[in-house]
Structures are given as structure tokens and as C-alpha cells.
């Protein structure tokens, strides 16, 4: 079954969301996207080449067309579309400066996240970041998704416990210094925010 997505005038993300959406369908092989720019069709190529799947770009009166094939991936395979990557989250801010900025950059960062494939492998939360895992959190939706989709997530117990949040846990498992330094320092890339 093909599908076709109409990405003209919207940003590559919205577009890769849409084509993703429609690739859940398991009868949908091929999705073909048009899009005005050379430079956002690019992208989208090498979004989906980033997540195993075919891609091919073609340019006809001033509009391209990406057309995306879909194998179908069995469970085993979804595994091996994760990087071996580690992010580790050690505050509840993004960056330094204003906190009220940084607090915005990382629910934008975490819900990119998971919006952009490959996920990491693990995602660790240190220091004040145990705060993002506990009921409340305004980024518990978008890490309850990512743990849904394989992602592990790994919390700091004496973290948890040195803020009085142990019993508060809502995603993720807490784990011990000599865990979270193995996980570290397995990835192939490890990201500390």
C-alpha cells in the first residue's frame, strides 16, 4: 500500500512525524512525501536513512519528492535501530543562565527526543534530573513513551533518596552508582547534559 503526504510549508519535523505515523500502518511499504525545499527533503532522507529504512530524493518542477520504503521490521529488529547512545540528564535545567529558559530547552529537548529515531539505548537521570522521573513531572508523558519504545531508563537511588523521592518514582528504575558508570561508559556515545 502506498501513502502520500503533502510536507509543503511544513517544518521537517512535522513532516517526519506524519511520514512516521503513517508507517505504522503495517500495510503501508511505500510513503512518498513532496516538500518545497531541497534542503528540507535532504533532511528527511537523512532522517530515514538514520533509521534503517530506504529513502530516494526527486526533483520535478521545482518540488521534490522523497520516497520512503518501509520493510517491514519485526520486534528483534526495532532493537538494533537504537544507537548505543547514553544520555545522562544531571539537572532540571538545560544549559546555564535562566532557569525559567533552561527548564523550556529540556521539556523541548526530552520531547524531540522522542519524537526523533534512533532512540538512545539509556537515558540517565543524576542530581537534580531525578526530579523529570517523579509523579508530576512535566515530561513524564514524553519519558513514559520512550520507556514504552525500549529506551532504558535509569534513575540515581541515592539521588532519589537525597531529594525525598524515592517513593515518588513514575518511569524508569533506580540503579546504583557501579550500574550507571558501566552504561556510561558501554555507549558508543555518551551525551551529559
Known amino acids: 500500500m502506498n501513502h502520500f503526504i503533502d510536507a ?25 512525501t513532496i516538500t518545497d525545499s531541497l534542503e528540507k527533503a535532504r533532511h528527511i532522507c537523512d532522517m530515514a ?11 520535478s518542477s521545482g518540488e521534490y519528492y522523497i520516497h520512503i520504503n518501509r520493510t517491514m521490521l519485526q520486534e528483534s529488529d526495532k532493537s538494533s535501530l537504537q544507537q548505543s547512545t547514553v544520555v545522562v540528564i544531571t539537572g532540571s535545567v538545560l544549559g546555564r543562565g535562566d532557569e525559567a529558559l533552561g527548564k523550556v530547552l ?12 534512533p532512540y538512545p539505548r539509556t537515558i540517565i537521570f543524576l542530581n537534580s534530573g531525578v526530579t523529570h522521573t517523579v509523579e508530576g513531572s512535566d515530561v513524564l508523558a514524553d519519558l513514559k513513551i520512550l520507556s514504552e519504545q525500549g529506551v532504558e531508563i535509569l ?29 556510561m561508559q558501554r555507549g558508543e556515545n555518551t551525551l551529559i547534559l
Open 8 to 32: 509543503r510549508g511544513m517544518a521537517v519535523q512535522q513532516s517526519w512525524l506524519l511520514i512516521m505515523d503513517s508507517m505504522k500502518n503495517t500495510e503501508t511499504y511505500w510513503v512518498t
Open 49 to 59: 536513512r538514520q533509521c534503517g529504512i530506504s529513502a530516494y530524493l526527486e526533483e
Open 106 to 117: 529540556l521539556k523541548g529537548f526530552i520531547y524531540h527526543m522522542k519524537n526523533t529515531r
Open 155 to 183: 534513575i540515581s537511588g541515592t539521588c532519589l533518596e537525597y531529594y525525598g523521592l524515592k517513593n515518588k518514582l513514575a518511569v524508569g528504575r533506580a540503579a546504583g552508582m557501579k550500574e550507571i558508570t558501566e552504561k
